[in-house]
């Protein structure tokens, strides 16, 4: 007997280095955080989880990149993967960057010394 319980292309063009910070954010992220980040991604709309919304600027206000690279890297309790062995730092930040990218609002001055 064999399982599936998800297929994932984590092998695929990804691995070789040739995705873009949006096809990854597509292939592990947007089936919870959704397409657009506002936290309405198909396996959010099955779970009685709350995703964040990250085109929220009062929400992205209160998270620094730091927070998004530790939620990235180490994953969230149990119900988000760490993915910090998978994806090199460049490829992580390059995600952090584009869930800024979703809130319009213009990102409130970095004290210095904080990642970008």
């Given at each position: 007997?064999?399982?599936?319980?998800?297929?994932?292309?984590?092998?695929?063009?990804?691995s070789?280095?040739?995705?873009?910070?949006?096809?990854?954010?597509?292939?592990?992220c947007a089936?919870?955080?959704?397409?657009?980040?506002?936290?309405?991604?198909w396996?959010?709309?099955?779970?009685?989880?709350?995703?964040?919304n990250?085109s929220d600027?009062?929400y992205?206000?209160?998270?620094?990149?730091?927070?998004?690279?530790?939620a990235?890297?180490?994953?969230?309790k149990?119900?988000?993967?760490?993915?910090?062995?998978e994806?090199?730092?460049r490829?992580i930040k390059?995600?952090?960057?584009?869930?800024?990218?979703?809130?319009k609002?213009?990102?409130?001055p970095?004290?210095a010394?904080?990642?970008?």
């Amino acid at each position: 007997m064999v399982l599936v319980v998800e297929a994932s292309p984590v092998f695929g063009a990804e691995s070789q280095g040739t995705s873009s910070p949006q096809s990854r954010y597509g292939l592990r992220c947007a089936s919870c955080h959704g397409a657009s980040g506002k936290g309405d991604g198909w396996r959010a709309k099955l779970s009685w989880l709350k995703m964040p919304n990250f085109s929220d600027s009062a929400y992205m206000q209160t998270r620094s990149d730091d927070d998004f690279l530790i939620a990235i890297k180490q994953g969230r309790k149990s119900v988000m993967p760490a993915y910090g062995l998978e994806l090199p730092e460049r490829e992580i930040k390059d995600l952090v960057a584009l869930i800024r990218s979703f809130d319009k609002a213009p990102a409130p001055p970095k004290p210095a010394g904080t990642a970008r």
